[in-house]
């Protein structure tokens, strides 16, 4: 099946490259996100993730290449105008009240929608006269989205910003999150360790190690290019001997051997083909320093005038 768009991406990186003195964070980074997608973006420490989020924020300038956010270049006027960033370090001033911060956010911000910044805060039950320096961090992080969505980004950008919040009120940041994104099509890519949480939520993945991308697309068509295969330790010569297969990982474990991999052609009942959970993609990926790269389709950058699914 072919899909033809003519909107711009939310988010296309062409050979982009950022050089800090020690050396480079990201390195030849291209891939683009489709707009209305909700993105993980997943690495380990020192990936390169905050760095990639920065440049598409406008807060940092490529090395090298390019990023644009819906065709303009990511630090041009009209595409922060239309982004928000919301990082762990939530920048809201303590003193004042909760009507206040939104109130900020009105005054700077020329598009603002007063009522889904207060639909947010009262989702959350957070009184619109306390003071954010007495709110918990549940309450902070709320008011935080609340000015971030206020802006109704086209694009939303989350360095883990949930991090410090226990499960139940991360689960409920979450429904709210993609309650306001389904509601206005936002586009968002939120970083984040919690493997688990990340399935269910998102639909497409981008996941960096050591500042270069391995994987980007959507995810079921990433999950659909992978079969978790395995056999008994004595029989694990049969693991090695599929055809033409990637392999991305091999471990061994009570007396079994499993190994993650990318066929290209049929595979026999006898190493037991599953496709593997997003959980097992991704952990498989970040456990293997140099696992083969894969761009499905979708995330090609360059290719959206004409995708095959
Ligand atoms: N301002 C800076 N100056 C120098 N080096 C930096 C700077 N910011 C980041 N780095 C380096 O760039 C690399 C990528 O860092 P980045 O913060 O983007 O990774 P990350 O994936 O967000 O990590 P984490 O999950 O720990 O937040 C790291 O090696 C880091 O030390």
């Not at 922060?80 to 911060?101: C, G, I, M, P």
């Not at 998102?202 to 991308?213: A, K, R």
């Not at 993650?260 to 456990?287: F, M």
Request: proline share 6%.
């Amino acid at each position: 099946m072919t899909n033809r768009t003519d909107s711009p991406d939310a988010l296309e990186a062409v050979g982009l490259g950022r050089r800090y003195r020690r050396g480079w964070a990201l390195r030849d980074c291209s891939f683009r996100l489709p707009a209305g997608r909700i993105c993980a973006l997943v690495g380990p420490n020192g990936a390169g993730k905050t760095t990639l989020l920065s440049l598409a924020a406008g807060l940092l300038e490529p090395s090298t290449g390019t990023i644009r956010l819906g065709g303009q270049a990511a630090r041009s006027a009209e595409a922060r105008q239309h982004t928000a960033f919301l990082s762990q370090e939530k920048a809201l001033y303590t003193r004042f009240r909760v009507s206040d911060t939104l109130r900020i956010g009105r005054e700077l911000n020329p598009i603002w929608h007063q009522e889904t910044a207060e639909r947010v805060i009262a989702a959350g039950n957070v009184p619109m006269d306390a003071r954010v320096g007495t709110l918990s961090g549940g309450q902070r992080t709320r008011v935080a989205f609340a000015l971030a969505l206020g802006k109704r980004p086209r694009l939303l950008l989350l360095d883990e910003p949930m991090a410090d919040l226990d499960p139940l009120v991360r689960r409920q940041m979450t429904d709210t999150l993609m309650t306001e994104a389904a509601r206005h099509g936002s586009t968002v890519v939120m970083s984040s360790h919690l493997v688990s949480e990340l399935e269910g939520a998102c639909d497409f993945l981008v996941l960096i190690n050591n500042g270069t991308v391995r994987l980007a697309g959507d995810v079921a068509e990433l999950i659909g290019a992978h079969r978790t295969v395995s056999a008994p330790d004595a029989h694990a010569d049969r693991l090695a001997k599929l055809p033409g297969q990637t392999t991305v990982e091999t471990r061994s474990a009570g007396g079994r051997t499993t190994a993650l991999i990318r066929p290209r052609g049929p595979l026999t009942a006898d190493v037991e083909p599953v496709l593997p959970s997003l959980e097992e993609l991704l952990l498989a990926h970040l456990r293997t320093d140099d696992a083969p790269p894969l761009i499905t389709p979708t995330a090609r950058a360059g290719a959206r005038r004409e995708v095959t699914v």
